[in-house]
């Protein structure tokens, strides 16, 4: 469903993209307004602010907007004749004191692949990470090419607490990133960690010690970035991502999660229940880092 | 003959399932008893302890006792009307204080790979080593999907001294933990390091620093691991592996050892010599770490 | 042209190899002198020293001479009736104290890859770096078997700087060493980075806080290797290299830096100038840490 909605979106976007101008060709928020934006650098970087409630769910609405947002950065969707070129480099933030990217909105029945694919753009995607960024958000995350955290960063999935496991390249990418068995120690437990560990084991790129370091750090890394040609850019990413993983690999996992979905489900009304509908309550800000909270989901 | 002799007891073991418990169905010993057996987590996860003389030699009593317990596990194995499901997680480590699995045993003449696949089953493997894992006991390691060490480990390879190389993924999985050129540097040295510095290069997940924490930590990840879904684990694992070595990987591996075999061949006597046969002695424990006892083995 | 040549001078060692003494089969230099060679460990170890001007320039005479070096160890131009073994371990090193192997000579109009492979020969190349490695050096480097870095050292690129990429498996190499996303970040700020944050990200495989212990470790290491087979080094050689990038992902990288060389040259004038004809001086010494030497190269 999510997948063919793409499709006529992305449609849609190729057909109007000279009539009105694309997510990152103005400041401000477009669509649901999940997303907004902000040229610098004379439009060679794009910040953009995420903000959806107060885990920043991965809903029906972020997920759109971001997924209007990907779709706008594919080359075959830029107007040849656009008199802004398209942004170098896009850094991805949040406001929101605890939360980067939330996981998947559970009240939404999952009918495939949630698409989040940054691998067919040319610009380049950093992450800077000052909250949660777990579950669907740890699958956007690992899939960026670059990746910096604040202190409050928590990174994680919790897939695998209900019966599932990351799709859309969150453990194939993961696993480039950590070795196989770092990937599976903290895969297959479920379970989070701050931004030293994570920079500890190559999760992400550095970890800073406070916000406002790892804005400066990222916006000087987006500077130096704008200097350069696209063309260069471009070719490095793609040369780095030809180590990534194939598009049948990915497709497997999905296979994955579709044939799990059925136990999976049978979780997901508890997992409801312990967050107060996915609020930023104690168990939700807890991430399954407790064995309590890993036996209140799972034991009946 | 270790290949073919695999695949009668494998054949066995389908006829007689149903008939006799398998090895992971019950605590205590099986087959020449180098392996015990205690179920906990309700039968989720198996601690399983090697104890095979002095070094927990590889020899042909422990290869085929290790067989018969792959084996078992193995999905075409496990009868659908079994009692006892298969356990999530299969811990290994061994009561002796200085040796966890010892190297093959140079008494016998390696005639094939000794299939030591921890591929083909749905279990997950944890390394718990508090002892030497070197020769065939590193290669039964490095493909467990998660290592933890305690404070006596050693691990490493020594077959290049002798005239070989490492086989049954032993040399593949390790690049893939320490990259191309840290694997390099240990295994053409031949050489061994212990827990902290195998943690820290990722040949190892952890390193404890007692006994008492290893156990502690390995028991506590299992009874985490005990409480999820058997499908969202193995279908973790199985996307994780999926980065592992291909069989034609493993295959030209062990190629090359049996072309290079009869060069090894003229080194062992001087290698049974210089560990008193395969005992815990100087030379054994010093697992060629000191030049000294290269130059000993090695100038004729 | 470049690759034209070293097919021609191939072809001329394969038939002059009997004639007249390989590279490596004497100490001192040949071809133009920028390489000199010593023996030792009775010929298992070849020291390759590097001396071509003020900063190692990798320009058409070390281009040729390290391409003969290259092509006579290849296997099929070791004559079979040869006194001299081909050398089991080649250390690379300098003693210009600011340059280990510098960056490709910008004068040339550079016309397909450099061919810099150290993938074809048996024997193990071990990188000693006490001095600038960037550019064409860095090529070298990552590529090697295994690098070790003394106080001096720098690596990095630059290409990404002036509109290019690294190609020879600049990337591809670095890619497996340091994870994406890392590697992402050092290329794409086309960067440079001293010995003990190479260390620590994995772009070598240890930092010596001085020349004396750089060269006592090399040389413990390179004597150790000297003691066992050639087939068993070469063998875990040719087992780890399994990993490495395919020969189409790296006629691919080739294949971006030529389209993208006409953007290329135009920086390359200011190149030229900034580091008054690449001379030891400060911004060449600089290897672009600095944003305000970006700027000045890059901002017209």
Redesign the interface.
Known sequence: MLKRSVQLLSAALAVSATSSPLPWQKNGTFGYGTLSTTRSNNGSTLRVNIQNGPINLYDAKLSTDMTALLNSLKPANIPSNTTHPPPKVVVFSSDNPDFWIGHYDINLILPGGTNLSTNETNA?FASAINGHATGSGNEFLVQ????FAGPNAVVGSL????????GNGG???L???L???????Y?????SIGAQEAAAV?W??HAYSSAEELREAVD??A???S???A???N??????????PSPE?SD??IA??L??FP??IEHLPRLIELSDNQTANAFELGALRD?KD??EL??Q
Chains 1, 2, 3 share one sequence.
């Open positions: 380049l960026c090419d670059m990746a897939e695998g607490a209900v019966g599932g496991l990351q453990i194939q990418y696993v480039r990133k070795g196989m068995a770092k990937a599976a120690e895969l297959l437990a479920a379970t190559g992400v790129n000087a890394l500077y130096r970035l200097l350069f040609t063309g260069s850019l070719g490095t990413k793609t040369a780095i991502r030809a180590w990534g690999q497997a996992d994955t999660i044939r799990l136990e999976e064995i890993v036996e799972v034991i």
